[in-house]
Nanobody, 112 residues
Framework: QVQLVESGGGLVQPGGSLRLSCAAP????????MGWYRQAPGKQRDLVAS???????NYADSVQGRFTISRDNAKATVYLQMNSLKPEDTAVYYC??????WGQGTQVTVSS
């Protein structure tokens, strides 16, 4: 069973920063695009950012200019650097490998 290991969530004040990490099996990581999604209570899970094998990135309008997705192929890890965090960024954040493999989720709470 393929597992993605997420880390880096937590509680941060508005305007603060967090960096999420997601480690994947190296044999698969280099073959697929990676993405970060988030789901707030009572809402659907939405794409936050994605990064293709060639490094091409895509962002949701709501995080453009504040979040940065990156990947380290040597470490088989994808990152999400989140700056200027807002209360509306509060959600469980999930990473995804390819089309079907999800991480377990990590909670991000932005509150004073």
């Amino acid at each position: 069973q393929v597992q993605l290991v997420e880390s880096g969530g937590g509680l941060v004040q508005p305007g603060g920063s967090l960096r999420l990490s997601c480690a994947a099996p190296g044999s698969l990581f280099r073959l697929y695009a990676m993405g970060w999604y988030r789901q707030a209570p009572g809402k659907q899970r939405d794409l936050v950012a994605s990064i293709a094998r060639d490094g091409t990135t895509n962002y949701a309008d709501s995080v453009q200019g504040r979040f940065t997705i990156s990947r380290d192929n040597a470490k088989a890890t994808v990152y999400l650097q989140m700056n200027s965090l807002k209360p509306e960024d509060t959600a469980v954040y999930y990473c995804k490998l390819g089309a079907y493999i999800w991480g377990q989720g990590t909670q991000v709470t932005v509150s004073s």
